[in-house]
């Protein structure tokens, strides 16, 4: 499109009868509908053949950087700016009767291409960051930080770009602007500034969302999330009291996100019986008989059994004394009640960990703890499921000839005194 070409229109149009007074307005827009029309094919030629061509050209090389282009779509993007240069190139003879209008549009035009190149550079740098977190490398040794940092600055630069081109003034004279107002800023949105720092690391790095348990004890804070804006985010605790906490204190201070727990499909079941130390001995063969009548471990006894009476009798173990070779505790069947138990309880996930150890004696009796997982996470279905669990074992305990440990109170001193004085 040149200037010869645009003579041959005006002539054309003239030649068809049109005034001149309307000529100008008429062939503007025919040279608008033109450069639409071109903006178009360039368009579909550059993502129909040439993005086509490169995603071939990709599919077939051994790297995968290049598959991850094609994957965050960065060609793509890029392809947005065949259009936008056709129409810089052909705005100036466009409007060349409206030359006050030309210096607007190609404002315009800047500013498209510069946003469309930061979306490109940030598109690369997630390629970047993708690749990078699939390199054994990096895999140890995240880079996040250091990418989050690089977009803030790209975001940043990308703006002064922006501003430049929309006030027809030069980057530099907008740094300059900038960094005079820089105090007077710092001072008076330090909150705001601070509040939007954190809500972009929190949301780059999804550490909190709407609806999220979350736990904050030394604001008193343990509940959902309500609100999240710049400065603040909302939590309506338990007892159903809000919470309202800085939103850059998420940042600077620890807290406990309860969300990997609700998406695991499990709630952690950790608590301990604390069985009387002295309530602990061998099984006799009475007991032994009496326990293979409990459904959940009779085949166990017969197996354990089994196998202690052959090694005791290869070895030619004295039975007399219990402590010689091999035999089953109460405290050591129970503990496979227990944990038969555990696996047998249909609210417990038993694709998560699930087990039932013995921890440090202590000056409270031998601690049998249960770690498992339930397969309810709501908090009244989890304490439910928890409490029937443990009302079972409590009163399962003394057909195991065991106690459970207790500190002694004062009904028990006032029995122990009267049979002193009998």
């Known amino acids: 499109m040149d200037s010869v070409s645009i003579d041959w229109l005006t002539s054309w149009l003239v030649g068809l009868g049109v005034e001149e007074t309307y000529t100008m307005y008429l062939r503007m827009l025919i040279l608008l509908s033109i450069i639409f029309i ?69 404002r315009l035009v800047n500013v498209y291409i510069s946003v469309v190149l930061i979306i490109v550079i940030i598109k690369i740098l997630d390629t970047l960051k993708h690749y990078s977190e699939n390199t054994k490398i990096f895999k140890d040794n995240p880079l996040d930080s250091y990418f989050q940092l690089t977009k ?85 605790n338990w007892d159903k009291t809000v919470t309202t906490i800085p939103t850059y204190a998420f940042i600077s201070e620890s807290f406990k996100n309860w969300r990997g727990m609700s998406d695991s499909g499990g709630r952690r079941i950790k608590r301990s019986l604390n069985i009387k130390i ?13 326990f293979k009548k409990f459904q959940l471990i009779n085949e166990y006894i017969q197996e354990k059994n089994y196998t202690i009476e052959a090694y005791n009798k ?3 173990i004295d039975k007399t004394h219990l402590i010689n070779g091999r035999h089953l505790t109460n405290i050591g069947i129970f503990r496979v009640y227990v944990e038969a138990y555990v696996k047998n309880n249909p609210d417990i996930n038993l694709d998560m960990t699930c087990m039932v150890r013995q921890l440090l004696p202590t000056e409270k009796g031998l601690p049998l703890e249960i770690y498992t997982f339930s397969n309810r996470q709501e908090w009244v279905v989890y304490e439910s499921i928890m409490s029937d669990m443990f009302d079972h074992l409590l009163a399962a305990v003394p057909e195991f000839e065991l106690e459970v440990f207790q500190n002694p109170t004062g009904t028990d001193f006032r029995k122990l005194n009267t049979e002193l004085s009998h």
């Not at 178009?40 to 061509?53: D, Q």
């Not at 282009?69 to 466009?94: D, G, M």
């Not at 002295?278 to 009496?290: G, N, T, V, W």
């Open 38 to 106: 071109l903006s178009y094919v360039t368009n579909l030629i550059v993502k129909k053949v040439l993005i086509r061509s490169i995603r071939l050209a990709i599919k077939k090389t051994k790297t995968l950087w290049d598959d991850a282009l094609v994957e965050h779509k960065v060609f793509i993007s890029l392809s947005h700016i065949a259009p936008a240069i056709v129409i810089y190139l052909s705005v100036p003879y466009a409007f060349q009767d409206f030359a006050g209008a030309i210096p607007y549009i190609m």
């Open 152 to 236: 803030i600055a790209i975001y940043t630069i990308g703006g002064i770009v922006v501003l430049s081109f929309l006030l027809n003034k030069s980057p530099l004279y907008i740094f300059s602007a900038l960094g005079a107002m820089t105090v007077v800023l710092l001072l008076v949105f330090k909150d705001t500034i601070l509040g939007f720092v954190a809500s972009i690391q929190l949301s780059a790095n999804d550490m909190i969302r709407l609806g999220d348990w979350v736990s904050m004890p030394q604001y008193g804070a343990d509940g959902d999330v309500l609100e999240m804006n710049l400065t603040t985010i909302k939590i309506q």
């Open 278 to 290: 002295s309530s602990i001995k061998f099984c006799s063969q009475e007991m032994l008989e009496r």
């Open 314 to 316: 290869e070895n030619k």
